[in-house]
C-alpha cells in the first residue's frame, strides 16, 4: 500500500509540474500601410459598413442575383467539400485531446479444461479431472503530458481547423463573387441583344430607305447591297450573342449546385447604379480577409509544431496499473480473495539517434518561417487587390462619363449622315461610318458598366465582403 501511495504521489508531483516545451505564439508583424494610395480623392457613390455581417450583394439591389447567390452556400459541391474538410478537422482537434486522458481497456475470460490424473502406484487405472477457470479486470495506461507534446498538438491542431474555418469562408465568399460577376456579364449580354435588336430594326429601316433611293433613280446599286450587309452582320451578331449567354447560365446553374439543364434565367436589365463599399483603414484589412485568417493559423499552427520537435529531446514517462481477478468458480469471481493488482512506471527516452532530433526541430523551425513569409505575402496580395479594384473604379468611372459624351455624339452624327443622305448631299458609305461608330460606342458603353459592376465586385471580395476575423470558431467550439 505504502509504494502504491508513492506512486501516486510521483505522478501528481510531475502532472502539477508539467511544462509546455516551445516558443509561444506571437503574430509576426507585416508590413501595413497608413493608407490606401488609391483612395485619395476617390468617394463612393453610395457609402456601405464595408465590415457589415449582411448579405454584401443586397447593395445591387437585384431579387433574381439574391436568390441565386443564397442558394450558393446551400448547393454548392465545392463548398460543401470545405465544409467536410473543416468537420475532419475539427475531429482531429478532438484526437489529440483524448491524449490528455489515460487510456483504460478490460478483458474477461472463460475456460473448461481436464487434466488426467492417476492412481496411487502399483494399482493401475487412473481419469480426469475437469476444472473451470475465469477471469477478469481492468488495465489502466496513461502518459502525462509533462512536456506539453499533447499540448503543442492540440494548439496546432486547433489552429489548423480555424484555418479549415476561414478556408471554408474565403471559398464561400469566391463562388458568391464569381456567381455575381457571371451574372452581370450575363445581364450585359441581355442589354447587348436589346441594343441588337434595336440595330436590327433600325438596319432594316434604312434598307428600305436605300431602297427607295434606288428605285427613284438617286442611288446605285451598291448603296443597296451595302446596307442589306450592313443588315445581316448586325443579325448576325446578335444570333452569335447566344452562345456566350449560355454558357454563362450554365456556369451559375453549377455555381448553385444544380445541373445546368435545371435553371433559366430570364432576360432581365442591368443594374445601373455601381455600388461600393469604402475600403476603411488598411490595418482592419487583416481582420476582415478569411484569407488572412487562415494564413495566420496556419503560422500558428506551424510554430506549435516545433514544440512539438522539441519535446522528443525529454524522456517519456508512461503510467501503468492493473487489477485482475482469477477464480475457478464464476459466481465469486469479483470477491477480494481472488484479486491481483500492479502499478507501474516506465521512464523512457532515446539516448542516441545520429541527429534526427535536431534535424526535426531545424525542419519545424524553417516550416515555421516559410508560413510567415506566405502570411506576410498574403497580406501584400491582399492589399494589391484593393487597390487595384479602387483603381479600377476610379479610371473606368472617368471613362464612362467621355464614353458617355461620345456615344451621344456618335448618335447625333447617325442621324445627320442619314438625313443628307436622304438629301443626296453624302454617299451612303457616309451612313454605314457613322451606324458602325454609334453601335461601336454603345457597345462600349455597355462594356464599361460591366467592368464598374465587374470592379466592384472585386472590391467588396477583396475588402472580405462583410466577413470578420471574430467569425473564426473559438478553440472550445472545435472539436465534435
Known sequence: MANRIHIAAAAALLALGACTIGPSYRRPAAATPPA?????????????????????????????????????????????????????????????????????????????????????????GGGSVVQNSFSAGPDVSWVPDIWGRIARTVESDVANAQASAADLAAARLSAQASLATDYFQLRTDDALKDILDATVKADQQALAIVRNQFNAGFSAQTDVLTAQTQLENAQAQDIALGVQRAALEHAIAVLIGKPPAELTLAPGPLATAVPVMPPGLPST???????????????????????????????????????????????NLFSAANSAWSLGAQLAGTVFEGGLRGAQVAAARAFYDQNVALYRQTVLAAFQQVEDALAS?????????????????????????????????????????????ALGDEQTVLNLQESRLAASVTLIEALGGGWNQSQLPAIAATGP
Open 393 to 437: 473604379l476610379r479610371i473606368l468611372g472617368q471613362q464612362a462619363q467621355v464614353q458617355a459624351r461620345a456615344l451621344r455624339d456618335a448618335r447625333a452624327a447617325e442621324q445627320l449622315a442619314l438625313a443628307q443622305y436622304q438629301a443626296g448631299t453624302v454617299a451612303y458609305t457616309t451612313v454605314v461610318v457613322a451606324q458602325t461608330t
Open 36 to 124: 490606401y494610395k488609391e483612395l485619395d480623392g476617390w468617394k463612393p457613390a453610395q457609402p456601405g459598413e464595408a465590415g457589415s455581417a449582411s448579405a454584401w450583394w443586397s447593395v445591387y439591389h437585384d431579387p433574381v442575383l439574391d436568390s441565386l447567390e443564397r442558394q450558393v452556400a446551400i448547393s454548392n459541391q465545392t463548398l460543401k467539400a470545405s465544409a467536410a474538410a473543416f468537420r475532419e478537422a475539427s475531429a482531429i482537434v478532438a484526437e489529440a485531446r483524448a491524449g490528455y486522458f489515460p487510456t483504460v481497456s478490460a478483458a474477461a475470460s472463460g475456460s473448461r479444461s481436464s487434466q488426467p490424473f492417476s492412481t496411487s502406484a502399483g494399482r493401475g
Open 285 to 331: 484589412l487583416l481582420e476582415r480577409r478569411p484569407d488572412i485568417a487562415a494564413s495566420e493559423r496556419a503560422m500558428a499552427a506551424a510554430n506549435a509544431q516545433i514544440g512539438i520537435a522539441e519535446t522528443a529531446y525529454f524522456p517519456d514517462l508512461t503510467l501503468t496499473g492493473t487489477l485482475s481477478f482469477a477464480s475457478t468458480e464464476l459466481g
